[in-house]
């Protein structure tokens, strides 16, 4: 079983930054993809970026490109999310979740994601 953590929602106003971190406890493998959806308010979960640390790969969702960096840190169990220029749209409350099946551009199909983290909020003021 897995469990995630995550911390460092919080409020900012627009343009300005976050980092959401995430720690993982349980059997998370190299190969395994950890990645961060978001709920806005009124809407459905969605991808905002994954990585899938063995390989090197990471995939973000186009509304967050240029903006957003997800990184990974293997030996804590970790992903975080640099959030840059911050938009009201970006309020909502971000999850982390894990994949042993994700890959590639599959990470954005919250279905193959079995274990979550119970999110943080992040608000954005402009």
């Known amino acids: 079983q897995v469990r995630l953590f995550e911390s460092g929602g919080g409020t900012a106003q627009a343009g300005n930054s976050l980092n959401l971190s995430c720690i993982g406890s349980?059997?998370?493998?190299?190969?395994?993809?950890l990645s961060w959806f978001r709920q806005r308010p009124g809407e459905e979960r969605e991808f905002v970026a994954g990585?899938?640390?063995?390989?090197?790969?990471?995939h973000y969702a186009d509304s967050v490109k240029g903006r957003f960096t997800v990184s990974r840190d293997t030996a804590r169990n970790a992903i975080y999310l640099q959030m840059d220029n911050l938009k009201p749209d970006d309020t909502g409350v971000y999850y982390c979740?894990?994949?042993?099946?994700?890959?590639?551009?599959?990470?954005?199909?919250?279905?193959?994601?079995?274990?979550w983290g119970q999110g943080t909020q992040v608000t954005v003021s402009g």
């Open positions: 979740a894990h994949s042993s099946t994700a890959y590639g551009a599959t990470m954005d199909q919250g279905a193959r994601y079995v274990y």
């Open positions: 349980g059997r998370i493998l190299g190969t395994d993809v």
């Open positions: 990585s899938r640390n063995s390989y090197g790969v990471t």
